[in-house]
């Protein structure tokens, strides 16, 4: 007689079946877009607490908002909810995400390192370049892979034929028929 469960994966956790759909899937918390997301969070996390810690305090919405989108994307993607949702552009998406972030984090770390001279300000400045440099390196990542995208995309439906104004256009324009006449 053969044990109930024996010729399962003994890696798989017991519980609640629905349980295992709440948890992340290994495979993306392994790939290369999953440690940028969860550096992302992670960075945006310490940045945001500086910025409490700080006088800086002004900028304390960039790193909350960018946390939360960060934790949202690393979400949608380990529970591969971008699979289902075929509506959103999710490369897309993640690729403008990510430049803006970029942008608002180099703009924002240097007015905290050069306005502010308390060191939580400073020390939020600095992890903001790093993550300005971590959202540079995702963005050029995101935008291979959205140009692979698009690339399948254009090579699967195959060129249509070109038309030119000429074959929708009548033998005689307006003029020749109003002289022919």
């Not at 017991?14 to 392994?30: H, M, Q, T």
């Amino acid at each position: 007689m053969e044990r109930p469960g024996a010729g399962e994966d003994p890696d798989r956790a017991e519980g609640p079946p629905g349980a295992s759909l709440l948890l992340p899937v290994k495979e993306f918390l392994r790939s290369r877009k999953g440690m940028f997301l969860l550096a992302q969070a992670v960075l945006s996390f310490i940045i945001f607490i500086c910025y409490i810690a700080s006088k800086a305090a002004a900028f304390l919405m960039v790193p909350l908002l960018t946390f939360l989108l960060a934790l949202f994307f690393f979400f949608v993607n380990s529970l591969k909810l971008n699979e289902r949702f075929k509506g959103i552009y999710w490369l897309l998406a993640d690729f403008i995400c990510g430049i803006i972030a970029a942008i608002i984090y180099f703009a924002i770390s240097i007015a905290a390192v050069s306005k502010y001279s308390d060191t939580a300000s400073k020390a939020a400045g600095v992890f903001g370049f790093i993550a300005t440099i971590v959202y540079c390196v995702y963005v050029y990542f995101a935008f291979n892979d959205l140009v692979t995208f698009l690339k399948q995309g254009e090579s699967s439906e195959g060129p249509e034929p070109h038309k030119s104004t000429e074959d929708d256009s009548d033998s005689y324009s307006d003029s020749d028929r109003s002289t022919t006449h």
